[in-house]
Nanobody, 124 residues
Framework: HVQLVESGGGSVQAGGSLKLSCSAS????????MGWFRQAPGKEREGVAN???????AYTDSMKARFTISQDNAKNILYLQMNSLAPEDSAMYYC????????????????????RGQGTQGTV
């Protein structure tokens, strides 16, 4: 079982940046897909960015120019660098990890990931 713990959320002014981290308690033992989701009050959870075990990334179009997903495999940490933040980016941000590296677009539903974190709040 892999536990995921997000950190790095907080309050930032419009135009500012946040870097979120997701620490995994253990490495994934097979080809995987990891991703970031977000959910604002009254809205559905949406995919933000994904990365698979081969380092292939995917982004939701509206965030592609401002957000960057990366991973440190040696430390089992997933990152999300968010720049040029706007009030509409305010949300709870969740990370998730699952198998099937070939199904790793941001359209992959949150509940198809085997491991899911509790979230970190980002407020702009």
């Amino acid at each position: 079982h892999v536990q995921l713990v997000e950190s790095g959320g907080g309050s930032v002014q419009a135009g500012g940046s946040l870097k979120l981290s997701c620490s995994a308690s253990a490495p994934m033992d097979s080809r995987y897909c990891m991703g970031w989701f977000r959910q604002a009050p009254g809205k559905e959870r949406e995919g933000v960015a994904n990365i698979n075990s081969e380092g292939v990334t995917a982004y939701t179009d509206s965030m592609k120019a401002r957000f960057t997903i990366s991973q440190d495999n040696a430390k089992n940490i997933l990152y999300l660098q968010m720049n040029s933040l706007a009030p509409e980016d305010s949300a709870m941000y969740y990370c998730a990890a699952g198998y099937n590296a070939d199904f790793c677009s941001t359209r992959r539903p949150f509940n198809t990931f085997k491991y899911r974190g509790q979230g970190t709040q980002g407020t702009v």
